[in-house]
């Protein structure tokens, strides 16, 4: 985050707002409905509510949006809290919609009065029908002219749970012929015998999203409410109640979503995904939650830099998953640990190594001065990766191949002298000899070789399990083809090697630590590991095809 940023478009209110005096400081927050896990959407989200103020003088709510009693459960509500955490943010205040079930049942109380509500009995299909169309005014409902008196004692009977689900509703007085669909009349409250996560059985009738978002954000007094851009035509609804209650003038912003390509930014349907088991859980890895971010090896650094590069917008677009990928590169090189894992094994036999074995150190992190280093135990057998040596190599190879040098990452030059086949004709395994003065950090030999493989000591190694992952989808936005979103999952999503070489200081791998596998990528410690099966999984490979992309562009 070191250059420049010129001031996007919300920066440039808050400033002016603070500068006129308008606000002596600002608040913001940010209201997930608790109705699934957090993904790389809600990450922009959050990264804008509080980042900004952070930059400025205020503070962020964290308001859990639990007007739904249906939907909402206390796991997500946990979850929610950590990822908040995970990225770095700290909330001033943990509010929920539900702490203001009394407050907002007194404002409808209170439009009743002012006769700018009433109840309707009528169907939601009869509702539909007077709603009347973009271009056609609605119909006034029947009910609409009942006393105030009326409206107050069928309301009260309505919270004391007189009447069935969908047989009543409340609603705003305000225009049947509004040119704004969401004007004429809308639905205040509706009726639900429904067991909240947090009042119980206090309530049967919920407010909804209109009537509870812009009253939480008025008695938080929040400053700046920013959402989405689906609800800009709901902005003139927000200002009307808030008006006509005459509560703190809450005003909303909206900016675009964040999508990603590859994958789906929707709880509804990452759900879905997780009930239907196409993944492990609302964590797995190859799922863009920050759970499965997280466990995937992310780090909350490189999804703040993601989010502060694609930045705030006021049209839609879809963002490149690349980008994000770059930025965990760009983290974990700077972070992660060298260590060296064979993939697919083929072993090696020095025939002059006399010493038995030896311990030889390799540097933790080449991008780390005080990074320090790990022991290696080096013997006459290791193994190399199969595909790092060829019997017929084409000009230019500079890996293994006959009569050939390379060198063996932090040992020794080596050169392959015999190529050993088993009865099927498969090469079992390569007779090599090594020279002793080019032992690496003392190479006094002069020789210089082009090709530097990574190993593991056959005697030494470790087993573990690798996966590898790839897009969950095989279609950029998967929404947006024919047919169901699941049928464009790309079978080939998880690949599972159950047993490479490790070499044994990964022994010591914990979960927060991030690894480079030399020559291979970057990986992570999965929580399925158990003591003697160390299960790693693959964040994110060395090459970075965006920055290539874009160089191209
Ligand atoms: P979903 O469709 O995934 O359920 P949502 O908008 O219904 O998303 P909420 O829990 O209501 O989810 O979202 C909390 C906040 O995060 C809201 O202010 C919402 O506008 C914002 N948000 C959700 N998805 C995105 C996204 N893809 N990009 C940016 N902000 C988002
Ligand atoms: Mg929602």
């Not at 919270?159 to 069935?164: A, I």
């Not at 995904?273 to 859980?281: A, F, I, Q």
């Not at 002298?417 to 088993?422: D, F, I, L, N």
């Amino acid at each position: 985050m070191s250059e420049e940023h010129s001031l996007n478009f919300l920066e440039e209110i808050i400033e002016e707002d603070l500068k006129s005096g308008k606000y002596p400081h600002i608040v913001t927050r940010f209201p997930p409905e608790p109705n699934g896990y957090l993904h790389i959407g809600h990450a922009s989200s959050i990264c804008l509510n509080f980042g900004l103020t952070q930059k400025y003088p205020g503070f962020t709510n964290l308001r859990f949006d639990d007007t739904n009693p249906v939907t909402e459960e206390t796991e997500y509500v946990d979850s929610i809290k950590e990822d908040v955490k995970w990225l770095g943010f700290e909330w001033k205040n943990e509010r929920y919609a539900s702490d203001y079930f009394d407050d907002l049942y007194g404002f409808a109380l209170k439009l009743i009065d002012k006769n700018l509500a009433y109840v309707d009995d009528s169907s939601s299909g009869d509702m539909a029908a007077m709603k009347g169309t973009p271009t056609e005014p609605g119909t006034n409902s029947p009910f609409r002219d009942r006393s105030v008196e009326e409206n107050r004692d069928l309301f009260t009977r309505m919270k004391n749970g007189e009447f069935p689900d969908g047989s009543r509703t409340l609603r705003a007085k305000i225009d049947m012929a509004h040119i704004n669909m969401l004007m004429r009349d809308p639905i205040l409250y509706r009726i639900k015998h429904a067991h909240h996560h947090r009042t119980g059985d206090k309530w049967c009738i919920y407010p909804m999203y209109d009537f509870a978002h812009g009253q939480s954000d008025a008695i938080e007094e929040v400053t700046h409410s920013i959402c989405t851009l689906e609800f800009v035509p709901h902005r003139e609804l927000y200002d009307w109640l808030i008006e006509k209650l005459e509560i703190y003038p809450s005003h909303q912003y909206e900016f675009a979503r964040r999508n990603i390509n590859y994958t789906v930014t929707s709880k509804r349907k990452l759900l879905q995904l997780v009930n239907e088991k196409h993944v492990s859980g609302w964590d797995d890895p190859r799922m863009p939650t920050i759970s499965g971010l997280r466990r995937r090896g992310y780090t909350p650094w490189s999804i703040r830099e993601f989010c502060d590069r694609i930045g705030v917008a006021k049209r839609e677009n879809m963002v490149d998953v690349g980008l994000l990928e770059f930025c965990v590169r760009e983290h974990l090189n700077r972070v992660a640990l060298r260590r060296m894992v064979v993939f697919d094994p083929l072993k090696l036999v020095i025939t002059n190594y006399t010493k038995g074995e030896e311990i030889l150190l390799g540097e933790n992190n080449p991008e780390d001065d005080n990074g320090g280093e790990r022991e290696i135990p080096f013997s006459a057998e290791l193994y190399i990766e199969r595909d790092d040596f060829m019997e017929n190599p084409p000009k230019k190879y500079f890996r293994l191949a006959p009569g050939q040098l390379v060198r063996l990452k932090s040992a020794y030059i080596i050169k392959c002298e015999e190529v050993v086949r088993g009865a099927d004709g498969e090469i079992t395994e390569l007779k090599c000899t090594y020279i002793p003065e080019s032992k690496s950090g003392a190479d006094t030999s002069g020789i210089s070789v082009k090709g530097t493989l990574h190993w593991v000591s056959v005697k030494h190694a470790i087993p573990a399990e690798i996966r590898l992952y790839d897009r969950l989808f095989r279609v950029e936005d998967p929404t947006d083809e024919a047919g169901d979103f699941k049928e464009y999952l790309n079978p080939a999503s998880l690949q599972v090697l159950p047993a490479v070489y490790a070499e044994p200081s990964l022994q010591e791998a914990n979960l927060e630590e991030r690894y480079q596998f030399i020559r291979k990528g970057y990986f992570v410690l999965d929580k399925d590991s158990a003591s003697g099966k160390l299960v790693f999984n693959k964040t994110v490979g060395l090459k970075d095809a965006w920055a290539r992309e874009t160089k191209k562009a």
